[in-house]
């Protein structure tokens, strides 16, 4: 799933005069929004359209699992080496890699013929957007000066906004009215739109300087690919098998080996001394339970809208617009009330009532409302991610030094995309569990007229509400932690 934090802004200017003419800086910024806008609309749309892809391709729930996960995989454990990466080669080729990696692979998810081909096209498409994701704001800072970058950042932030909540309203729309083997053409949309943002990005760019004495931590991001990888296979295998145990084994080992890197690195990719900062982590480990808990919903909502009840895809694109809609209209709020109180109050009120809203979903999803009951409770968690937002991000930047503000915004981009691929490895097998210990014959996230179907996929989902639930109460808990904190 994608981040759904208001965007923040570089830590510090790193404006180049000779990087664009100034004629050419909203041309940057159309180029920054594009590469960002196809990120943003895979993984809301994916999510939607997984049912249909499952269906299409005869995926089984783990490899559905793995076309979110591989994902994930390679984002979150490149995502902080592609931002260094930038400043060694040169931000604006770079980018475009990303960009160019990120198209390539699409245009393989779009011709997959089978679930493994797809899972390793989404695993280099994440590699694309570990290398782009980090690029789009700094692209921004490089090109316009401080005076100007602020109004530049809140127009790529809008839309940015914008696409979230518009990209699963046209995928569902598409599905719905297209058919199911519409989902290939999701992806097949990146073409276009990646070629004119490598256009206008190469049409406009004037100077890209690299730096020489700038390294890049391979070792890190290969012990961390190879950890993650592992710990992800473990968990998703927990029911499939004994070899769960030795790949979470051999996951936290090759864990430890990352720290033990990180530890002796002169460059490391993930600085462990900023973890020393009582606020710091606790703002970390609360974007990962909090994130945990979205990313596990929003993954197994879709299948059990459509495949469950039988709800068309827009209509279940409609229980992600109050995310979008509550963080583009209040985030920003939300930031300058926690200048004045500090982010404390707002991440425990604010994770309060989304655990309120995951706590109602599984009270009341065995009436399968989707329209009374559903939707209003997304609203809620829609509206307490909105007072989390923007002061997770004033917590994380504020418990550290400014000179090290870059470093830790991207640790903790890079923790929530973990969270993403953790959970929902983690909860395959507990909602297959529930899922066949309620009645359930078929499979989980599947269309199926099998006696009790429905009702089955219903009592799972309501057992992974309340799993949501609890996570969003432990980030509660964690938001005092971060007490104290003010910003910088």
């Known amino acids: 799933m994608t981040d759904q934090r208001a965007p923040q802004t570089p830590a510090a200017p790193v404006f180049h005069a000779g990087f664009c003419?100034?004629?050419?800086?909203?041309?940057?910024l159309v180029a920054a929004v594009l590469a960002t806008s196809i990120g943003l609309i895979d993984g809301h749309v994916v999510a939607i359209a997984l049912p249909a892809m499952r269906d299409s391709l005869g995926a089984d729930l783990m490899q559905a699992q793995w076309i979110h996960n591989a994902y994930m995989l390679t984002l979150s454990a490149l995502i902080l080496v592609g931002g260094a990466m930038g400043d060694r080669f040169g931000l604006g080729r770079v980018f475009g890699l990303g960009i160019a990696l990120f198209v390539i692979a699409s245009i393989f998810c779009a011709i997959a013929p089978t679930p493994w081909f797809m899972i390793m096209a989404r695993a280099v498409q994440g590699i694309g957007a570990a290398i782009m994701v980090p690029g789009s704001l700094a692209l921004i800072a490089r090109a316009y000066p401080r005076e100007s970058r602020g109004r530049a950042i809140g127009i790529w932030?809008?839309?940015?906004a914008v696409?979230?909540?518009?990209?699963?309203?046209?995928g569902g729309l598409a599905l719905t009215i297209s058919g199911p083997d519409m989902w290939r053409w999701i992806f097949a949309i990146n073409l276009p739109l990646g070629g004119l943002a490598l256009y206008i990005l190469f049409r406009h760019l004037a100077e890209?300087?690299?730096?020489?004495e700038a390294r890049v931590d391979i070792p890190g991001a290969l012990s961390a690919t190879f950890a993650l990888l592992a710990i992800a296979w473990g968990l998703t295998s927990l029911d499939h098998g004994s070899n769960a145990s030795i790949w979470l084994i051999g996951g936290c080992a090759m864990l430890l080996v990352f720290l033990w890197i990180q530890s002796r690195s002169t460059h490391p990719m993930m600085p462990l001394a900023l973890f020393a900062s009582r606020p710091f982590s606790a703002a970390n480990a609360l974007s990962f339970t909090l994130y945990s808990a979205l990313s596990m919903m929003f993954f197994f909502m879709p299948m059990t809208f459509i495949a469950g009840w039988g709800l068309s895809e827009i209509e279940t694109a409609a229980a992600f617009a109050p995310m979008s809609v509550f963080i583009s209209l209040l985030s920003a709020r939300a930031g300058q009330l926690a200048d004045r109180i500090g982010p404390a109050p707002l991440l425990m009120g604010g994770s309060l009532v989304v655990a309120t809203g995951y706590a109602t979903m599984a009270l009341l999803a065995p009436a399968q409302n989707f329209w009374g009951h559903i939707l209003p409770a997304m609203c809620l968690v829609g509206l307490g991610m909105a007072a989390v937002a923007a002061p997770l991000s004033t917590a994380v930047m504020a418990a550290v030094n400014e000179a090290q503000s870059g470093i830790a915004s991207g640790i903790n981009n890079a923790v929530t995309r973990m969270a993403g691929l953790i959970s929902v490895a983690a909860v395959g097998g507990i909602i297959a569990t529930l899922y066949a210990g309620?009645?359930?014959?078929?499979?989980?996230?599947?269309?199926?007229?099998?006696?009790?179907?429905?009702?089955?996929?219903?009592?799972?989902?309501?057992?992974?509400?309340?799993i949501a639930t609890a996570l969003a109460l432990i980030s509660a808990g964690l938001g005092w932690l971060t007490r104290g904190v003010t910003k910088s």
Not at 208 to 212: G, L, Q, V
């Open 21 to 28: 003419a100034e004629r050419s800086r909203p041309y940057i």
């Open 208 to 212: 890209d300087p690299s730096k020489d």
């Open 157 to 160: 932030a809008a839309a940015s």
């Open 438 to 466: 309620a009645g359930g014959t078929a499979s989980f996230g599947v269309t199926s007229d099998t006696a009790g179907h429905g009702a089955a996929m219903t009592a799972a989902f309501s057992g992974l509400a309340w």
């Open 163 to 170: 696409t979230t909540a518009a990209g699963p309203i046209i």
